[in-house]
């Protein structure tokens, strides 16, 4: 088991090893641990086949055996000092090392007794990180100490103490994994109040030109915001004056496409309206023709017709002519009772026809008094044609 071991107020082994009884043995198997380097010496001289991490070997009452412990050890040390601005501070720190190198080490410290060597390893390696942090302490001022602990305290601390305790020709074997400060005190109580007030008053002054600074960069964003914005609205206005000067002309384009269309339009319905004009007008003059032409047959017809009328009557006026100057009266009369008597009775009996007139005879009988002129004027015809055809024959 580790222990804690304290060296007054300066410092503390925090991984401190137990007391360890397997060197108590006059002789017997010893075995280190993976953690330890086993070194056995035979006669004076070291044997290396049975030396080794975490080596074994058997001890006999002329050898001797240490056993260096490899693991990491942990040194909290303390160191009070006077800054370069004459402020009393107290700083706390930490340093973890390790034994690099057991066959150098156990030449510079008996680890015969295990707990004694680490201790000696321990508090050498705290008063060198103590003075050497107490020198730096000196030439920094409390603002530093306490700001840059890091960079300029804990740094050079293990630069130096590794100068020393390193595995290098010279050193002790002993590898410084790291040096942190932890704690920066201020021992004076008053100091550390004013300081605080400083801080304080620091702070407030900060936060309040943090703030002036924060409202100034707000008030500039919302200056670029706006100037943005207003750039963005006079941007969108061009835009939309462009736009709107495109869409009239676009408009203006399309009206005129849309009058020269129409335009053209009307002129093919113009040339179209002209062309069914002269269209519909030879049609017409055609039909006139047609009509004219028909009229002209018909007309040509009629002539022809009537000159051949004319052409018959004076035929038949020329043979009638001839007839009278050939006939003689006999003849003449004959012709007129053949043919004017008929047609002059049947005259007289077709006008006659809707009067009613009765004649009583003395027979009893009755009739219409034109029939019965008619009837005798036919018998008296009649009468004369047979004396007219005795004649014709007798001649």
């Not at 620091?202 to 500039?220: N, T």
Request: aromatic share 6%; hydrophobic share 35%.
């Amino acid at each position: 088991m580790s222990e804690k071991v304290s060296f007054g107020n300066e410092h503390q082994l925090m991984t401190n090893s137990p007391d360890d009884s397997r060197l108590k043995k006059n002789w017997g198997t010893i075995t280190a641990l993976p953690s330890e380097y086993l070194v056995h010496f035979r006669g004076g001289q070291i044997r290396e086949k049975t030396s080794g991490q975490g080596a074994s070997c058997f001890k006999t009452f002329r050898d001797t055996i240490f056993i260096v412990p490899t693991s990491l050890k942990e040194i909290i040390f303390q160191a009070n000092q006077l800054t370069a601005d004459n402020v009393d501070i107290r700083i706390r720190g930490m340093a973890v090392y390790r034994i690099e190198d057991p066959l150098k080490i156990y030449k510079l410290i008996n680890f015969s007794h295990r707990q004694q060597a680490e201790k000696k390893l321990a508090g050498i390696i705290a008063d060198m990180c103590r003075s050497t942090a107490k020198w730096l302490v000196a030439n920094m001022n409390v603002e530093e100490c306490i700001r840059k602990r890091k960079e300029e305290i804990a740094e050079s601390l293990k630069k130096e103490v590794s100068h020393v305790v390193a595995a290098n020709e010279g050193g002790w074997g002993v590898e410084i994994i790291t040096i942190d400060i932890q704690d920066v005190y201020i021992q004076d109580a008053e100091i550390f109040n004013a300081m605080q007030m400083m801080f304080k008053t620091e702070k407030i002054r900060e936060s309040k030109l943090a703030e002036l600074a924060m409202g100034q960069e707000l008030e500039m964003k919302k200056l670029k915001v706006e100037e943005s914005l207003s750039e963005q609205r006079k941007s969108n206005q061009i835009n939309k004056a462009q736009v709107e000067a495109e869409i009239r002309d676009e408009e203006i384009r399309l009206a005129r496409q849309n009058d020269e269309k129409q335009f053209d339009l009307d002129h093919y319905r113009v040339e179209q309206n002209e062309s069914i004009s002269r269209y519909k007008l030879e049609q017409e003059m055609e039909s006139d023709r047609h009509r004219m032409q028909l009229e002209l047959e018909k007309t040509q017809k009629r002539v022809q017709a009537r000159k051949m009328e004319n052409e018959e009557q004076l035929e038949a006026l020329r043979r009638k002519i001839e007839v009278e100057n050939s006939a003689t009266p006999i003849s003449l009369e004959k012709n007129f009772i053949e043919k004017a008597i008929p047609q002059i009775a049947q005259s007289i009996s077709e006008n006659m026809h809707d009067v009613k007139m009765n004649i009583y005879q003395q027979d009893g009988k009755g009739g219409s008094p034109f029939s019965f002129i008619l009837t005798e004027i036919l018998d008296l015809f009649k009468q004369r044609m047979e004396i007219v055809n005795k004649n014709i024959e007798e001649e």
